[in-house]
């Protein structure tokens, strides 16, 4: 079976219209010059419009000064008309990461990488704002009644904002999830024994369909250029008739769809934590 985004998504997109709040804002800082970026922002601005939410760039550059792209950061910040905020990584700047992920406030942290917001998750099985990838591979599980509850889950990649929380994601559904690396010993035999195989090490046929057992679920996160300028995953089906044997996300049409649904959710989420702390005071 193959598992597309776009019906889970526009159902994400669908309840979100029908809430009531103002019109939104997402504050991105850019990479200048990075073509995936640029294509990247663009499909941000029309996700945005389907909810009536505005974008506002601050693009950064090699020759942006560090203290510029702070001062821009605490601008944000501190600006009750942003609801949210996305730094594109990696930035053609050296940025320290501790301080970017401390100086962005959490309550604005739509990509869910503040030590304040990761610390939360990863501590209780309270899930407020998770990163929107992780958020999509379970959703998209779930969209299709996919079990989880005692499944061996294998997770490719242990990055902060796709790997890692996912492992916690698939732990609060008690599954049996195992993480790898590149320096994972005998990843075939992990990838045969596993019911849920999630892919995010950008590595293109990393995973061919024919080391899945039958039955088995493969969630392709990777994004890859092909020598024709098309995209791919990591995930390889080898044939047609593999189709029918396992279930598997495509790419595009599958996880990333749905990702940009979450984005658009998690927005919404910081702007309700925003506004009840404001009703607070």
């Known amino acids: 079976m193959l598992l597309k985004g776009k019906e889970l998504a526009d159902k994400i997109v669908k309840k979100l219209q029908n809430e009531n709040f103002p019109p939104l804002t997402l504050a991105v800082f850019h990479p200048v010059g990075d073509g995936a970026a640029e294509s990247y922002l663009k499909m941000k601005e029309r996700w945005l419009k ?11 550059s090699q020759s942006t000064p560090l203290v510029k792209f702070y001062e821009q950061l605490e ?16 930035l053609p700047i050296e940025v320290n990461y501790w301080n970017l992920h401390t ?7 739509v990509d869910g990488i503040t030590f304040h917001n990761q ?3 990863f501590a209780t099985i309270t899930e407020k704002i998770v990163p929107c990838t992780s958020v999509a591979s379970i959703r998209l599980l779930e969209h299709y009644d ?16 796709v790997g890692l929380p996912l492992f916690k994601l698939f732990l609060n559904r ?6 790898a690396h590149r320096h994972t010993f005998d990843m075939k035999t992990l990838v045969k024994n596993s019911d849920i195989i999630a892919i995010a090490a ?28 098309s995209i791919c995953g990591d995930f390889n089906v080898t044939s047609e008739s593999e189709k029918e044997r396992i279930n598997y996300s495509p790419v595009p049409g599958g ?4 990702t940009n649904a979450v984005m658009l959710e998690n927005l919404y989420k910081c702007y309700k934590m925003q506004h009840l702390a404001s009703q607070s005071r």
Not at 205 to 223: C, E, F, M, P, R
């Open 119 to 121: 610390g939360e998750f």
């Open 50 to 60: 389907k909810i009536n939410a505005a974008i506002r760039v601050y693009p950064v």
């Open 174 to 179: 008690n599954a049996t999830p195992t993480i």
């Open 75 to 90: 601008e944000v910040n501190n600006d009750p008309s942003v609801h949210g905020i996305m730094v594109e990584l990696p």
């Open 103 to 109: 100086k962005i406030k959490p309550k604005k942290d």
């Open 146 to 161: 996919i079990p989880m509850v005692g499944k061996h889950a294998f997770v490719i990649g242990r990055s902060n904002i």
């Open 255 to 258: 996880v990333g769809v749905v």
């Open 202 to 229: 950008g590595k293109k046929d990393l995973i061919n369909s024919s080391d899945v057992k039958d039955g088995a679920t493969v969630i392709d996160i990777g994004i890859n250029m092909k020598d024709d300028g």
